[in-house]
């Protein structure tokens, strides 16, 4: 095993100690679980299968370990929007047709991110049973990767990415093609997701990218809309 020491200022080692402390773990531990996300999120963009494969083993590793960690804040402010559980909105379905139109895909969701699943606050295109029950477990999310991601998670082809390849998503929602942009809040904490998903693989142009990012801060400015009046 090799090893390496990577220098930090004062500042960012302090930045870094936070968070890791937030999320149950070692700074160490979390610099290494980041560049592990980083790498898979790149190689799999890329298209490097080869290259993402040969990390798939410590990254679902790392990703589990901080996935199960504590996430206070975050939760807090998920739960303090109200959107949990509240029925369907038009605002937030218009988003999600927009989209299913503009990226030319079949289904389109606004996911909510909570401890233990996953709760849609708008899915348009989504089978039964869970067009119904309007949520899945964490099991069955790949959104619960994106919250981490530096920027979109785009996944061609979610059979062989090294992240999500063995989801239950691919097998009970067929879930092939996704592309998820982070709903991250003034605060800085990200609630869940925008993301679009087809059932075949396909390469996801830049502006289809582009185009999901402003649909996503849209839906940001929904759920700051919702925070504000909770505040009331």
Not at 90 to 96: E, Q, S
Not at 121 to 134: D, F, M, T, V, Y
Not at 186 to 214: F, K, M, S, Y
Request: hydrophobic share 45%.
């Amino acid at each position: 095993m090799r090893a390496t020491t990577v220098r930090f200022s004062d500042d960012l080692w302090e930045l870094l100690e936070t968070e890791a402390s937030s999320q149950g773990i070692s700074a160490a531990q979390f610099v290494r679980d980041a560049t592990l996300m980083r790498l898979g999120n790149l190689s799999g963009r890329r298209g490097d299968l080869d290259g993402a494969l040969t990390i798939e083993q410590l990254a679902a590793g790392a990703l589990s370990h901080r996935l199960s960690g504590p996430d206070s804040e975050r939760l807090a402010e998920l739960r303090r929007t109200g959107l949990l559980d509240s029925p369907p909105e038009a605002a937030y379905d218009r988003i999600t047709e927009l989209a299913t139109r503009l990226l030319d895909v079949p289904v389109a969701l606004i996911s909510l991110v909570d401890e233990d699943r996953q709760f849609f606050k708008s899915c348009i295109g989504l089978a039964e049973p869970w067009h119904s029950a309007r949520e899945t477990p964490l099991s069955h999310s790949f959104c619960r990767y994106a919250l981490d991601a530096d920027g979109p998670l785009v996944i061609n082809d979610a059979r062989v990415h090294p992240l999500v390849r063995t989801n239950l998503a691919i097998r009970d929602l067929d879930v092939i093609a996704y592309a998820g942009v982070p709903l991250v809040t003034a605060d800085g904490h990200a609630l869940g997701t925008l993301c679009a998903i087809d059932h075949q693989p396909r390469r996801w142009t830049a502006e289809q990218i582009d185009t999901l990012n402003v649909l996503a801060a849209s839906v940001v400015s929904e759920i700051q809309l919702a925070l504000t009046r909770a505040a009331v």
